[in-house]
T-cell receptor
Framework: DAGVIQSPRHEVTEMGQEVTLRCKPI?????LFWYRQTMMRGLELLIY????????DSGMPEDRFSAKMPNASFSTLKIQPSEPRDSAVYFC????????????FGQGTRLTVV | AQSVTQLGSHVSVSEGALVLLRCNYS??????LFWYVQYPNQGLQLLLK??????LVKGINGFEAEFKKSETSFHLTKPSAHMSDAAEYFC?????????????FGKGTLLTVNP
């Protein structure tokens, strides 16, 4: 398996624009997680899905953020409208949810909002 | 709710010296504990994990960690640092039991290895 695949690797956008980040989890994994990494706040869990259903979105910072998982092999994280403070590295991770399983991370998307 | 505290945001060692990165956790139930490593511009990679059983856990690249329940600690060690160990290290915790498989991460410790 190629691992968790995220696209794009880098995104530069202007304030106010819509941004869509994409993730393909490892085949067979039931759980998908979106994390955001910043210098100030470290790694924050934004939302996670189980079997394509959002389980906990309490980490989503505000209504400008939304996430979907239309099928087991694809998820998106959308920011609309984007703001400079959204600049961060966004990671997608997945696992199969068994006892003590670790999360497998993608390479991340570095988002810069100017 | 579980949480993780990593003491020291930056640790600097000489090549060949002992590496010790500290992690303390808080959890209302027996935890599962993890150490991840992140190289520049890369995602996180699992180094090792503790679930049950032996409290001394060996991982990749010569790292190991010991789960000490009495101290609520899971410190990461390596006897002899290599230049290639320079990276950021994250401790994480998840709850055992139930269906909560999300990981909660510490703030990370940046390891610098000096020649």
């Amino acid at each position: 398996d190629a691992g968790v695949i995220q696209s794009p690797r880098h995104e530069v956008t202007e304030m106010g624009q819509e941004v869509t980040l994409r993730c393909k989890p490892i085949s067979g994994h039931d759980y998908l997680f979106w994390y955001r990494q910043t210098m100030m706040r470290g790694l924050e869990l934004l939302i996670y899905f189980n079997n394509n259903v959002p389980i906990d979105d309490s980490g989503m910072p505000e209504d400008r953020f939304s996430a979907k998982m239309p099928n087991a092999s694809f998820s998106t994280l959308k920011i609309q409208p984007s703001e400079p403070r959204d600049s961060a590295v966004y990671f997608c991770a997945s696992n199969w949810g068994g006892v003590g399983t670790e999360a497998f991370f993608g390479q991340g998307t570095r988002l810069t909002v100017v | 709710a579980q949480s993780v505290t990593q003491l020291g945001s930056h640790v600097s060692v000489s090549e060949g010296a002992l590496v010790l990165l500290r992690c303390n956790y808080s959890s209302s139930v027996p935890p599962y504990l993890f150490w991840y490593v992140q190289y520049p511009n890369q995602g996180l990679q699992l180094l090792l994990k503790y679930t049950t059983g032996a409290t001394l856990v060996k991982g990749i690249n010569g790292f190991e960690a010991e789960f000490k329940k009495s101290e609520t600690s899971f410190h990461l060690t390596k006897p002899s640092a290599h230049m290639s160990d320079a990276a950021e290290y994250f401790c994480a915790v998840s709850k055992s039991g139930g269906s909560n498989y999300k990981l909660t991460f510490g703030k990370g410790t940046l390891l610098t290895v000096n020649p």
